[in-house]
């Protein structure tokens, strides 16, 4: 229980830091573009409700923080209300000086380029805050070498086996192993061509994603599109102690530890929690063994083991793991996971920065359409109380850089979302100032004003669900005396 209201103390600063920084910039972006237009703006505010701190600029616009931090606006004189839905009342009756300080009668490009101006904002801070990291820390990369391969998934049917270095799928070049796994998430799950390099040989093999569950960064499941692959084998034994349980079982030194009674090792610690599991009873181990020849140079073999639980020691050495009293010992990080430190000029950094960017895009329009199509995984889903939890999680376990990195993230997320041509939102004055294009004139006001509650009530059914899904991942029901 500590625990928990720790990480939502500490998810609660991380939240606030994270929201603020994306809505304040999402809203100065609208602020900067009326400015520059000559727009009167009455109020720039990070939060609704009751205001809590603010002061009056020179221009006469009132700067404040409302005390519900779930957003914030921009309130344009001739505004009704924080929509920049339209007071027809005040801005039909306006004198000649008041018109050209009226964003409702600006030219349409202007108020277009306003209304954009928000998203573009949050993709510019996303470019920056990642083109910085770049920058600073560069960024380590894997080899787009197989380590691992989950039996019985795309990858294991394909022919995919540990040692295989990937070169190109589908002709485009790959550098890195992330770039594996961002083509394999935005495939459609269409098949894939995968070109192979497997000692001196090269191979072309055909490989489906499928939807497969898998944990996110903090042990939450999530369906995702997969193949079943890790840059890393998890267990390689680096040597076998005479006479011990291992040695009579017959692992060999180069065996690699993949299964344990059926399931699937990621790290060392993996083998040991099995065997403390299994508590002295027989296990079924399953090892890869190298072979002679280049064609085939891994095999598997299955060897039963009856072992008792063994600790794991030699913790402190970066290149070795010790399992005691099961006579194995590991190359640690495993082999083969050849990770390399990239620096990046200036241009390198944006280019990079950039294309992440367009990877969460891409990968935001993926996840949409397959909601729509009934094949995406709906908990995935966040509102605000998990952002919160996210935020506490990184803030607590990973520091302030990667939570930086995740109000990058969140600002692609929110200008992206922005540009929907939802009604309410900024890509719905967008749709409404194409239709006055089209047209030639406005909608009309009862048109508009529907419009605004049909967005109105989407997005708050939205918000509902997402917490809904909060609820429920977070275990909060059972607190709150309800069960999901």
Same mark, same amino acid.
């Given at each position: 229980?500590?625990?928990?209201?720790?990480?939502?103390?500490?998810?609660?600063?991380? @939240?606030?830091?994270?929201?603020?920084?994306?809505?304040?910039?999402?809203?100065?972006?609208?602020?900067?573009?009326?400015?520059?237009?000559?727009?009167?703006?009455?109020?720039?505010?990070?939060?609704?409700?009751?205001?809590?701190?603010?002061?009056?600029?020179?221009h006469g616009t009132q700067w404040k923080i409302g005390w519900l931090p779930l957003g914030g606006y921009v309130k344009f004189w001739g505004d009704e209300g924080v929509s920049s839905t339209p007071?027809?009342? /005040?801005?039909?009756?306006?004198?000649?000086?008041?018109?050209? /300080?009226?964003?409702?009668?600006?030219?349409?490009?202007? /108020?277009?380029?306003?209304?954009?101006?928000?998203?573009?904002? &949050?993709?510019?801070?996303?470019?920056?805050?990642?083109?910085? $990291?770049?920058? !600073?820390?560069? *960024?380590?990369?894997?080899?787009?070498?197989?380590?691992?391969? /989950?039996?019985?998934?795309?990858?294991? &049917?394909?022919?995919?086996?540990?040692?295989?270095?990937?070169?190109?799928?589908?002709?485009?070049?790959?550098?890195?192993?992330?770039? !594996?796994?961002?083509?394999?998430?935005?495939?459609?799950?269409?098949?894939?061509?995968?070109?192979?390099?497997?000692?001196? +040989?090269? $191979?072309?093999?055909?490989?489906?994603?499928?939807?497969?569950?898998?944990?996110? +960064? @903090?042990?939450?499941?999530?369906? *995702?599109?997969?193949?079943?692959?890790?840059s890393v084998i998890p267990g390689k034994v680096k040597r076998v102690v005479a006479d011990s349980a291992a040695a009579r079982a017959g692992i060999l030194p180069s065996d690699v530890i993949v299964q344990v009674d059926g399931k699937f090792l990621e790290s060392v610690s993996d083998f040991s929690q099995a065997l403390?599991?299994?508590?002295?009873?027989?296990?079924?181990?399953?090892?890869?063994?190298?072979?002679?020849?280049?064609?085939?140079?891994?095999?598997?073999?299955?060897?039963?083991?009856?072992?008792?639980?063994?600790?794991?020691?030699?913790?402190?050495?970066?290149?070795?793991?010790? $399992?005691?009293?099961?006579?194995?010992?590991?190359?640690?990080?495993?082999?083969?996971?050849?990770?390399?430190?990239?620096?990046?000029?200036?241009?390198?950094?944006?280019?990079?920065?950039?294309?992440?960017?367009?990877? !969460?895009?891409?990968?935001?329009?993926?996840?949409? #359409?397959?909601?729509?199509?009934?094949?995406? *995984?709906?908990?995935?889903?966040?509102?605000?109380? =998990?952002?919160?939890?996210?935020?506490?999680?990184?803030?607590?376990?990973?520091?302030?850089?990667?939570?930086?990195?995740?109000?990058?993230?969140?600002?692609?997320?929110? =200008?992206?979302?922005?540009?929907?041509?939802?009604?309410?939102? *900024?890509?719905?004055?967008?749709?409404?100032?194409?239709?006055?294009?089209?047209?030639?004139?406005?909608?009309?006001?009862?048109?508009?004003?529907?419009?605004?509650?049909?967005?109105?009530?989407?997005?708050?059914?939205?918000?509902?669900?997402?917490?809904?899904?909060?609820?429920?991942? $977070?275990?909060? @029901? #059972?607190?709150?005396?309800?069960?999901?």
């Open positions: 229980m500590f625990d928990q209201v720790l990480n939502f103390f500490f998810g609660g600063l991380g @939240f606030l830091f994270v929201i603020t920084l994306v809505v304040f910039v999402h809203e100065l972006g609208h602020f900067s573009a009326g400015r520059f237009f000559g727009v009167r703006i009455d109020s720039f505010s990070i939060g609704f409700g009751r205001s809590i701190a603010g002061f009056t600029d020179r007071d027809h009342e /005040k801005i039909d009756k306006v004198s000649a000086e008041e018109r050209s /300080k009226s964003f409702h009668h600006k030219p349409l490009y202007q /108020k277009a380029i306003i209304a954009v101006a928000g998203p573009v904002a &949050n993709f510019v801070l996303a470019i920056f805050i990642l083109s910085t $990291l770049f920058l !600073i820390y560069g *960024d380590v990369v894997d080899a787009p070498r197989v380590g691992g391969v /989950k039996p019985g998934l795309p990858a294991d &049917n394909a022919g995919l086996i540990p040692g295989d270095l990937i070169l190109e799928i589908d002709g485009d070049p790959i550098q890195e192993f992330s770039e !594996i796994l961002r083509i394999v998430t935005v495939s459609n799950l269409r098949e894939l061509d995968f070109h192979v390099q497997r000692g001196s +040989n090269d $191979l072309h093999l055909k490989v489906t994603p499928r939807m497969i569950p898998r944990p996110d +960064n @903090f042990g939450d499941k999530i369906m *995702d599109p997969g193949i079943g692959i890790h403390e599991t299994a508590r002295g009873k027989k296990v079924q181990v399953l090892v890869s063994r190298p072979a002679e020849t280049e064609q085939k140079p891994w095999g598997r073999r299955e060897i039963r083991l009856s072992l008792e639980p063994s600790p794991i020691s030699g913790m402190g050495d970066p290149d070795r793991v010790v $399992l005691e009293g099961v006579g194995l010992e590991f190359t640690v990080p495993g082999a083969p996971k050849p990770k390399v430190r990239v620096t990046f000029g200036l241009f390198d950094a944006v280019s990079k920065a950039a294309g992440v960017t367009e990877f !969460i895009v891409v990968k935001t329009f993926y996840f949409i #359409g397959q909601l729509i199509a009934g094949t995406g *995984d709906y908990q995935q889903l966040s509102g605000p109380l =998990g952002i919160a939890s996210v935020s506490g999680k990184v803030a607590i376990q990973f520091g302030v850089v990667p939570l930086i990195n995740l109000a990058a993230v969140l600002s692609v997320s929110i =200008g992206l979302l922005n540009l929907f041509p939802i009604p309410m939102l *900024d890509g719905g004055h967008i749709l409404y100032y194409g239709i006055e294009a089209v047209r030639g004139r406005p909608l009309g006001e009862r048109a508009q004003e529907l419009g605004f509650r049909i967005g109105l009530a989407f997005v708050v059914s939205l918000l509902l669900f997402a917490t809904w899904n909060d609820l429920t991942k $977070l275990g909060l @029901f #059972g607190v709150l005396g309800f069960n999901s």
